[in-house]
T-cell receptor
Framework: KQEVTQIPAALSVPEGENLVLNCSFT??????LQWFRQDPGKGLTSLLLIQSSQREQTSGRLNASLDKSSGRSTLYIAASQPGDSATYLCAVFPNFGNEKLTFGTGTRLTIIP | DTEVTQTPKHLVMGMTNKKSLKCEQH?????MYWYKQKAKKPPELMFVYSYEKLSINESVPSRFSPECPNSSLLNLHLHALQPEDSALYLC???????????FGSGTRLTVV
């Protein structure tokens, strides 16, 4: 059974700093990995999608990497802003079987002005 | 249109009420999902519809009844809910794995 873990569960950093969020998964047989952002009480906003054959994806100040063999992904946020404060979730699609997304436990990020 | 639209945004219902949550997408996605999310927890899958047919039911109590009238609409019918069913209910859709999921903004449900 796939298990996805995000450490730390919460992170506070001063505005302007660069930061890295971590995502680990136990089964490397994934099809792709998706990073989401969730503001309190709101839905999930897709940030980046990395296919299993890719090593990284970039969008603006965000860069996501994937190392399938070691079961790890990172989300790098450059020049953090207070508006980046949210919960960040990673989720993996399995290679085979049904299309059941497995979510990580989430990292609650607070950017201090 | 690249959105998944959920209505209502907020719902308060009594334990004897019947209500429905609605979800709509016009992206031509073939799969639609209902998730339940409690505070500070990741979303938990409830149901999956693929090509308008129920393909996954994660052993959800019968007081939750999904319906997929057509390829663009997904409903979740609620009846005789319990206070512990209070949560954020999220709808999502996908066309194929390579493109990932698109989520709606959710319905905040409170059962009193």
């Amino acid at each position: 059974k796939q298990e996805v873990t995000q450490i730390p569960a919460a992170l506070s950093v001063p505005e302007g700093e660069n930061l890295v969020l971590n995502c680990s998964f136990t089964d490397s047989a994934i099809y792709n990995l998706q990073w989401f952002r969730q503001d309190p009480g709101k839905g999930l906003t897709s940030l980046l999608l990395i296919q299993s054959s890719q090593r990284e994806q970039t969008s603006g100040r965000l860069n996501a990497s994937l190392d399938k063999s070691s079961g790890r992904s990172t989300l790098y946020i450059a020049a953090s802003q207070p508006g980046d404060s949210a919960t960040y979730l990673c989720a993996v699609f399995p290679n085979f079987g049904n299309e059941k997304l497995t979510f990580g436990t989430g990292t609650r990020l607070t950017i201090i002005p | 249109d690249t959105e998944v639209t959920q209505t209502p945004k907020h719902l308060v219902m009594g334990m004897t009420n019947k209500k429905s949550l609605k979800c709509e997408q016009h992206m031509g996605h073939r799969a639609m999902y209902w998730y339940k999310q409690k505070a500070k927890k990741p979303p938990e899958l409830m149901f999956v519809y693929s090509y308008e047919k129920l393909s996954i039911n994660e052993s959800v109590p019968s007081r939750f009844s999904p319906e997929c009238p057509n390829s663009s609409l997904l409903n979740l019918h609620l009846h005789a809910l319990q206070p512990e069913d209070s949560a954020l209910y999220l709808c999502a859709s996908s066309q194929e794995r390579v493109r990932g999921y698109t989520f709606g903004s959710g319905t905040r449900l409170t059962v009193v």
